[in-house]
């Protein structure tokens, strides 16, 4: 469970491949597939990788479990999601996910998003 301040969210968009605003379709026990999602940050990819980051598959291990739990409570929300690539095609593993809202800090770190460089923030 994630602290939802701004800084919190730019330390972990710095630290995750990949940043997307999604609509969860599926829910299993260790999976979420998501849909119609909007890509604010990404590796640099193929244009299947992008693509399949559209629909992205979210696997979950073992411990994270109540991730996909809290998303079947309000599967109807969208939901902001931070991580890494997985091994498989189309497969990303979350390591932030929060419930998407018009709160002021998710709206302030949704402005920063655009003017982030991530590059000098890792060498500090």
Known sequence: DQHLTA????DNFCRADFVVKVRIAK?????????????????????????SLRNPKFI???AQTC?????R?????????MGKKGNGSGEFLPTFMV??????????????FKEMNCENLKET
């Open 99 to 112: 419930p998407w809202s018009k709160s002021k800090e998710l709206k302030r770190a949704r402005r920063m």
């Open 73 to 81: 409570d309000a599967k109807k929300k969208r939901y902001l999601v």
């Open 7 to 10: 800084e919190n969210i730019l």
């Open 60 to 62: 979950f291990d073992s």
């Open 67 to 71: 991730c996909t739990q809290r998303a």
């Open 27 to 51: 829910i299993r026990p260790r999976r979420i597939v998501g849909k119609k999602a909007r890509v604010f940050r990404a590796w640099k990819a193929t244009k299947e990788e992008l693509k």
